[in-house]
């Protein structure tokens, strides 16, 4: 469960950044995630946070100027099913491609049997790329410039309860022609007094949003902001970056 935003925009000097941010929602029984380290993983280093019961991660950046997060999919239509392995395990398994095409090349390679429903969204700071899986295949839903900021949420009371009134919330705050780093910040610590069980930061009885996190890529660096707790509560915070590993290498179909 997390609803994630993705923005970008181009510097005065030319240079196009792109900045996910992403809320966590997780059972109150689950064991609090460890902090955000960078890891090595063949030539890339990746920064993410670790789920310490699966050993995997919901999100990710590396200095090959790749950004990863993955997200719960709760299709009302489908009988909810599980997979043998953590969704958490998706990302790691992606995190040593160099190219946002090897990682695609990837991501079609693997076993959707092997997973419960996900929606996995990938990109560099040009373009973006959703995959879509029902436990049954993987399938590609969105291949985007990142000419306009993008919106993903996920709920278990079902994905469809919880979409038209959070997407409202993104319309209103990010749907301006020049949306800020703030507006994205306070969309992700939106809530309703009246509807905590929909609102993007989120409370049930069961669940609620337990982290946020940031990553910016930028054609010199990546880097990863850490708040473990809800946006606006009291909570540790961790900040890591790391240089692009190859920033003069031609990148790829950077829209213009």
């Known amino acids: 469960m997390c609803t994630v935003t993705a923005l970008s925009e181009r510097a ?3 240079e196009r950044w792109v900045r996910v941010a992403c809320n ?3 059972l109150r029984t689950r064991p609090v995630a ?3 380290q960078r890891r090595q993983f063949s030539d890339c280093v990746a920064i993410f946070p670790m789920d310490p019961v699966s050993g995997g991660t ?3 950046v590396t200095s090959a100027g790749l950004g990863f997060t993955v997200l719960n999919l709760y299709d009302a239509s489908r009988p909810n099913c599980c997979g043998p392995r953590s969704r958490g395990l998706i990302i790691p398994s992606l995190l040593s491609a160099k190219t946002l095409n090897a990682a695609v090349d990837r991501i079609a390679r693997l076993d959707a049997t092997q997973f419960a429903p996900f929606r996995l969204v990938l990109l560099n700071d040009c373009e973006l790329v959703e995959f879509a899986s029902i436990g049954t295949a993987v399938e590609r839903t969105i291949r985007s410039n990142l000419s306009s900021p993008t919106f993903f949420t996920s709920s ?3 994905d469809h309860l919880v979409d038209g009134p959070r997407r409202e919330v993104f319309r209103q705050l990010l749907g301006n022609d020049y949306p800020t780093r703030q507006q994205q910040d306070d969309l992700h610590r939106h809530s309703w007094a009246d509807r905590p069980h929909v609102s993007i930061c989120m409370q049930r009885s069961d669940a609620r949003t337990v982290s946020y996190t940031t990553f910016e890529i930028t054609p010199k660096r990546v880097r990863l ?6 946006p606006g509560e009291d909570a540790e915070t961790w900040s890591l970056c790391d240089f692009r590993k190859s ?3 031609r990148r790829e179909s950077c829209a213009t």
């Open 12 to 14: 005065d000097n030319g």
């Open 156 to 158: 278990g009371l079902g």
């Open 247 to 249: 920033p003069r290498v």
């Open 225 to 230: 902001d850490y708040y473990a707790g809800a």
């Open 34 to 36: 460890l902090p955000p």
């Open 58 to 60: 919901w999100i990710a």
């Open 24 to 26: 966590r929602d997780e």
